[in-house]
């Protein structure tokens, strides 16, 4: 049996600006478990990096969690104080972010940037702590290590800045690694190259990666569990297979949608993007947020909040199409009735 790695209750993350509070995450809950990656898709503002950022309790003023519970090996983090933090952050969980070069800090070398994780969190000797770096960065396939540890993050091209915030990230073995769009600032080669080394160390070391992005690509090469987000809530979660091919919400459909696809055909396919603008959490509408711009929006869609429907034990639907009520419309619900709805 599986065994639960962190375990997101509720989650409830704001931001108090001069013009009143940002409801960035509106109830969020879902599990990770040990070894296994689990990626969150949706556009921008639907509240991915806020709820990594409330994992690593991170956010800057005047953001706030103001209700949930993070259980990271049973321990609430939302308990813990920024003192408390400091010896988890970097040492059980690591955070790869989506700018390596605003990540690195351009007067140290890389390093030293390195080895201040692994002497502050594994009480090692400098010496040997400088070992331990060299290892990490010919782990991550940075080339002549021995003489890039001492070089500067502007020396680095932006793959090898991205290998050495990997090498950074997993200098301490972490038990999770949350990879904040860890390859949009790179080519699709070293996108390729970055995305077969963090399998590879998954697969060695066993971490669990949250992977945060909008490239559906990225999530369907390393994760095996998909979350997708919008208005600061989880519209589905399923398996990449239920996800991919048996899509139950009209939001993840229109995700699929938008995506290029390889084609045969000499005729030229135009994309479908999805109409409309995404939800203003100053006034989180009353609904579903995605029912303005949803094509089989219901007139409870825009006045109710729907319960999640089970769709099998691995995929559930925040969706009133799936309500055994609801009008049968192929694309989204056929063979669909009767589904187990959660009433809590």
């Not at 690593?56 to 706030?64: A, E, R, S, V, W």
């Not at 711009?293 to 089970?310: G, H």
Request: aromatic fraction near 6%; hydrophobic fraction near 40%.
């Amino acid at each position: 049996m599986k065994e639960k790695l962190l375990e997101i209750k509720n989650l409830k993350t704001s931001f108090f600006t001069h013009v009143g509070e940002v409801k960035a995450i509106r109830g969020v809950d879902f599990d990770l478990y040990k070894g296994e990656a689990l990626g969150i898709v949706g556009e921008s503002g639907s509240g991915k990096s806020v709820t990594s950022m409330s994992i690593m309790k991170l956010l800057q003023h005047p953001g706030q969690i103001i209700d949930g519970q993070i259980l990271f090996n049973g321990e609430d983090l939302v308990r813990k104080s920024q003192k408390q933090m400091q010896s988890i952050r970097g040492n059980k969980i690591s955070m790869i972010f989506q700018d390596p070069m605003t990540s690195l800090n351009p007067v140290y070398t890389i390093g030293d940037q390195i080895m201040e994780a692994i002497i502050k969190h594994q009480k090692l000797s400098r010496q040997d702590a400088r070992k331990k770096a060299i290892d990490m960065l010919r782990i991550v396939g940075i080339p002549s290590p021995e003489k890039r540890i001492n070089q500067y993050p502007h020396e680095f091209s932006g793959g090898m800045r991205q290998r050495a915030m990997i090498a950074m990230a997993l200098s301490c073995e972490p038990e999770l690694l949350i990879a904040d769009e860890p390859t949009t600032a790179l080519d699709v080669t070293i996108q390729a190259q970055i995305l077969e080394l963090m399998k590879e160390l998954k697969n060695k070391l066993n971490t669990a990666i949250i992977l945060i992005t909008h490239d559906l690509g990225v999530v369907a090469d390393v994760c095996s569990r998909v979350i997708v987000m919008y208005g600061g809530l989880i519209m589905e979660e399923g398996t990449v297979e239920e996800i991919f091919y048996k899509p139950r919400h009209p939001y993840t459909l229109g995700l699929l949608k938008s995506i290029p696809k390889l084609s045969d055909k000499k005729d030229k396919q135009r994309l479908v993007p999805i109409i409309g603008s995404p939800p203003d959490l100053l006034k989180p509408p009353k609904g579903c947020p995605f029912a303005p711009r949803c094509e089989y929006a219901m007139r409870i869609c825009l006045n109710k909040v729907p319960n999640y429907t089970y769709v099998s034990q691995t995929q559930r639907s925040m969706c009133w199409l799936l309500h055994k009520d609801a009008p049968v419309i192929d694309a989204i619900n056929k063979d669909l009735k009767g589904a187990k709805t959660d009433e809590q």
